[in-house]
């Protein structure tokens, strides 16, 4: 439909599936606890598709999922699934799992999305990053949470580098398929290390 | 002006303009008792616009009332109205009949504009409950409030069923002033069996 | 490259920059004991285009610092300054006036931009208003601290003075860079006589 999205490949929509479905997860987790399952859809909704709206709109793309009635459909099928699960499936850490996953998958298809849309490198980049970001900050949002920007650990800088990467190894040459999953192993993998170890950049430098 | 309105009959824009009226009745409610007649007029606007404004930014429609001065006066006309008038006129219950007005109205245009511009049926239905809820969570957010998302009884299941019933009706062949009188009807008086019974969902099934 | 721009004149684009640079510093400051210089950066960016952003979408303009480099760079530049200098430079008063030059900037750019896009006055002005509220929104919102739009000092009300001043003025026939300059510095002084005097409009009418 979009004269622009052959040139994302095959593989890259993939991608935006997979990040649609985990933040839809963790919108629906997020509540679980506080409201009943049509609010848990809406939630889903909202933080599975709001960094890919976000992103069409900055780069002036028509909002793809308004037009196709299978994205929407995953999330509330994601949110109908986490209802009727078990709690001890989804409980501790799952939530940041899923949205490190889903942090990963968007810094990049944002990334390629808008470098198809004829957008410069640097603020292709950027716009990951933001998409990547918006979901996430939505659903704290809505949930009434402190926003997970602001979790110790690194969190914009995992997106940041799968986004930057991308637009390096494509600049470089490197096809766009390969660049997407080194680049997103990459952004995951920072953001895995930095649950696991509680990875964080030093303070504020101009407080001593 | 825009060639798909027509489509959408002389009754709906009312439905709009109730929506923006509430709306921004509720947002100046809201900064009622925080600032000054300024800042109610601005969470009067925002509050009454918010849900339109997504929609129509959803939908690849020009944002109307940007193109329409009328709109933007009438919440700052309901803004100076509640600011002048006496408290007892407004305390009490009056925000959550107010929105819960322009939910229903709200959730019904959205989807028969959605419709009108070509949005697949299951989409359409979701734009028209997303819009409908934008305006509430804009102005609990700008007024600090916990999100009205998160009651504890039916909230957005009123504008699901709205926004639902509009699309099947209309494709049962309904005509749309029908169809949206129904709709918005059925989910005012869903939203208001939740004010005044507490009704709501039963809560997160895995817990056991 | 836009063709409605030109009739901004040469001086108007230095105000959305001067907008940008303060709005992207008070989201770093913002930002500082929170987070680390990643997240510092990226609040920056989103605070100082979240308003022009704004403004673009609801006018139906390409966003604009998306097709320009040097906007986003300008803020990640800005948060880098912030964030390797001494504490003592930025702190007290320093966001109060950094969001207070910013509010006055980008409510008469807001509100030129939209002129030139054939917005009619009441809303041209009005987005002007928006577009100047909406970074600090964002900025807050990000942040998890209260608004300042419910600060008890006038914020909105300087913001309208210099959205509803610039419309005014061009009205009457001045030149835009003669309006842009009478406009913003009213809107500066007044929110700084704010913030000095703590001047505030009376509290709600109807509560006697």
Same sequence: chains 1, 2, 3.
């Avoid at 848990?40 to 308004?66: E, K, Q």
């Avoid at 499936?89 to 949205?99: C, E, P, V």
């Avoid at 968007?106 to 918006?134: E, N, R, W």
Wanted: proline share 7%; charged share 10%.
């Amino acid at each position: 439909m979009n004269p622009a999205l052959p040139q994302l490949g095959n593989f890259l929509p993939w991608l935006d599936l997979l990040g649609i479905a985990v933040f839809a997860a963790s919108g629906a987790l997020a509540a679980r606890d506080k409201g009943d399952v049509v609010t848990a859809a809406f939630f889903a909704l909202v933080t599975g598709v709001g960094g890919g709206t976000l992103r069409d709109l900055l780069i002036g793309a028509p909002v793809w999922w308004v037009h196709h009635p299978f994205v929407a459909a995953l999330c509330l099928g994601v949110a109908v699934l986490i209802w009727f699960t078990p709690v001890r499936w989804w409980s501790g850490k799952a939530l940041d799992w899923l949205d490190a996953l889903g942090l990963a998958a968007y810094a990049v298809f944002g990334t390629a999305k808008a470098l198809s849309f004829g957008i410069p490198p640097v603020p292709a980049a950027l716009m990951g990053v933001l998409t990547a970001c918006a979901g996430g900050i939505l659903r704290d949002v809505l949930a009434g949470e402190p926003s997970s920007l602001l979790r110790p650990e690194l969190y914009v800088t995992p997106a940041a580098l799968a986004a930057g990467l991308h637009v390096a190894l494509t600049l470089l040459g490197l096809p766009v398929f390969g660049a997407a999953l080194i680049a997103a192993t990459a952004g995951f993998a920072l953001r895995a290390a930095a649950i696991v170890w509680r990875l964080k950049w030093p303070g504020y430098f101009g407080r001593s």
